[in-house]
Nanobody
């Protein structure tokens, strides 16, 4: 049975940094897409950052416009984890952040941002920004 478990959320001051990790168990996702989504109160779930394997131990990443340049997604294939480094955090980043994993190895970049592309989801971790 596959499990995705997020860690690293919490309360952080605007302008600060936070690092989220997602650990997968039950199967390896080293050659499969993984991503982060978030959902703020009263809003729909939205794509944050995603990563897909392109061979040779390399990954290609994508980011939402709202976080590009501030957030970085990285993978550790040996540990079966995906990490989201978040810098220059804003109040608008307050949300529950969930990691997701897909069982479709060949996702094209255009579908990497779609929630329906992912088969497994974590429970989520809350990030709250304060002034």
């Amino acid at each position: 049975q596959v499990h995705l478990v997020e860690s690293g959320g919490g309360l952080v001051q605007a302008g600060g940094s936070l690092r989220l990790s997602c650990s997968a168990s039950g199967r390896s996702f080293s050659n499969y897409p993984m991503a982060w989504f978030r959902q703020a109160p009263g809003k729909e779930r939205e794509f944050v950052s995603g990563s897909r394997w392109i061979g040779g131990g390399a990954y290609q990443s994508a980011h939402a416009d709202s976080v590009r340049g501030r957030f970085t997604i990285s993978r550790d294939s040996a540990k079966n984890t995906v990490t989201l480094q978040m810098n220059a955090l804003k109040h608008a980043d307050t949300a529950v952040y969930c990691c997701a994993a897909s069982s479709t190895r060949g996702l094209i970049m255009g579908t990497l941002t779609l929630a329906r592309s992912y088969d497994y989801w974590g429970q989520g971790t809350q990030i709250t920004l304060y002034s």
